[in-house]
């Protein structure tokens, strides 16, 4: 059965009625797993990817969802914040079909040829042939829900009017008195719950028994919902795996865990950032230097070996993407304060972009103690040097720090115009040919160049061969006088501690 066979062909039109649909090539009637599972053997049989726009998965989470569809199970993915785990799952709504008939006006979108509800059992017995026909795009066959803890059954399943409940009696024509919830809605779609363990017990166990029985208590009434869900869940991996959070039964129920992970490469960090970040804005086509994205990324994978960074709640993806956001802000702020065409971002963006990055990272007690900002500045700064080592690592600075030895300073002023900055910056001897690492050349643009630059001295002071102020001054780097200063109060207290004993052993004698 071909893929996409409910795509109509040009100058085709759907068809409209039962009998239409009866005597036509749509007239397929299968569950929504069949469909997911037949659909992924076409796609994999022309070599198609499977799911577009997700990177760094392809050898390890792709395949196992892959597995997962082929056997048409009911799968959670486990991961930290920001792996990207509900936009997979709604990335599975390109295994559907492109048009999905039901009968029109269905709440639950019966199958014309297998039809759940009461309503339309009865119209399809008086009109036959005649029943309306409509169609759902594949977009519409996602129905998500984040888990929480007053999450009730009558969200998700359900609720009914029990007067009339008990006027219909054992027969429970009930379903014509039922207000469906959020999961017969989904009937015939992906339902994916996100942070599956917030769910209360009690609902993971009406959730279980419409899975395995398609049949749940309402109010004490039983109802039975034959649904054809296809479920999805994710959960952080340490909640799941916690006892007692998810019911055993439907921890059996559910086929596969499939763990979601952080980039495994700067590269592929790189990549999902720049899919994912707002940089083109308007006409102007902001160019990145390629070391800012580095760095950013860098922050982000530096954070998640941080152990003064909570790992349990992970560093998310989301942290360089925001951060990249802030850094192209702030450079197309600088650009439009000195009446420039186009934003260069550089170094400095990045340390405006620290509200980007401390709100997403929650700090063990050691990076509590230490203040958030602290701990970001000293992110940054490692991965400046981290960078910088990468790019100018066989570069000999000795030159420029001779010139700010002698007393050389240097002060970028986002105020100042890139024609102005470079202007100063290359009066520092030996910075301008320096600046070949990084690909630049002296007839480049001066935004680039001040870019370059400012790279090349944030690099030099992350390894204190300069210094930095806050104002973004640089000097020599200050004398080694702190080394000094222990070193005298080392002397000072071993003097106060031996005039003490001399005090005290005088006393007892
Ligand atoms: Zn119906």
């Not at 795509?7 to 397929?28: D, H, N, V």
């Not at 650009?335 to 401390?358: K, Q, V």
């Not at 000097?475 to 005290?504: G, V």
Request: aromatic letters at 6%; hydrophobic letters at 40%; glycine letters at 8%.
């Amino acid at each position: 059965m071909p893929a996409g066979h409910t795509l109509p062909k040009p100058g085709e039109q759907l068809p409209q009625t039962l009998g239409e649909l009866r005597s036509s090539r749509f007239a397929i009637s299968r569950s929504i797993k069949d469909e997911m599972r037949e659909n992924l053997i076409a796609r994999l049989q022309r070599g198609d990817c499977i799911f577009p726009g997700i990177v760094g998965y392809d050898d390890t989470v792709v395949p196992q969802i892959v597995n997962a569809v082929l056997s048409k199970q009911n799968f959670i993915l486990l991961g930290l914040r920001g792996q990207a785990k509900s936009r997979i799952l709604r990335a599975l709504t390109a295994l559907l079909d492109e048009n999905l008939p039901y009968i029109a006006g269905c709440e639950i979108r019966d199958d014309p040829f297998r039809p759940l509800c009461r309503r339309c059992r009865n119209l399809v017995e008086e009109r036959g042939d005649a029943v309306t026909i409509a169609y759902l795009a594949r977009e519409g066959r996602y129905v998500e829900k984040l888990a929480t803890p007053d999450v009730t059954v009558a969200d998700l399943i359900g609720d009914i009017d029990p007067i009339k409940a008990a006027r219909g009696g054992e027969n429970l024509a009930s379903e014509l008195t039922m207000h469906y919830g959020l999961l017969p809605r989904a009937n015939r779609s992906i339902f994916a719950i996100n942070e599956l363990p917030d769910l209360a017990g009690k609902i993971q166990v009406a959730l279980f028994n419409i899975m395995q029985e398609g049949d749940v208590q309402i109010k004490g009434y039983p109802v039975r919902l034959e649904l054809d869900v296809a479920m999805v869940f994710s959960a952080n991996p340490e909640d799941y795996t916690a006892r007692g959070k998810i019911v055993t039964p439907l921890k059996d129920r559910i086929g596969s865990e499939i763990r979601t992970h952080y980039p495994e490469t700067l590269e592929e960090g790189i990549a999902i950032t720049a899919q994912e970040a707002w940089e083109k804005r308007g006409a102007a086509q902001i160019e990145i230097p390629a070391y800012v994205r580095e760095i950013v990324e860098q922050i982000a994978f530096s954070a998640r070996q941080d152990k003064k960074v909570d790992k349990r709640s992970g560093v998310s993806q989301r942290l360089p993407i925001s951060t990249m956001e802030l850094v192209i802000s702030n450079a197309e702020r600088r650009a439009l304060l000195n009446g420039e065409a186009a934003p260069m971002p550089r170094i400095s963006d990045i340390y405006a972009a620290m509200p980007g990055i401390t709100g997403k990272l929650e700090l063990e007690y050691e990076g509590e103690m230490r203040g958030a900002d602290t701990v970001v500045k000293d992110l940054i700064a490692t991965a400046v040097r981290m960078t910088f080592d990468r790019y100018f690592g066989e570069v000999d600075t000795a030159q420029i720090a001779l010139w700010f030895n002698v007393g050389g300073i240097i002060k970028l002023d986002e105020r100042l115009p890139a024609p102005a900055a470079w202007a100063e910056l290359s009066t520092i001897q030996g910075l301008a040919e320096k600046l070949d690492a990084l690909g630049l050349k002296a007839s480049d643009a001066p935004a680039a160049l001040v870019a370059g630059a400012e790279f090349l001295l944030e690099g030099m002071a992350a390894h204190r061969k300069l210094s930095r102020s806050e104002e973004r001054g640089f000097t020599a780097p200050e004398k080694p006088a702190r080394k000094q200063e222990t070193h005298s109060l080392e002397i000072e207290y071993e003097d106060w501690e031996r005039s003490r004993r001399t005090r005290r052993g005088g006393g007892y004698n």
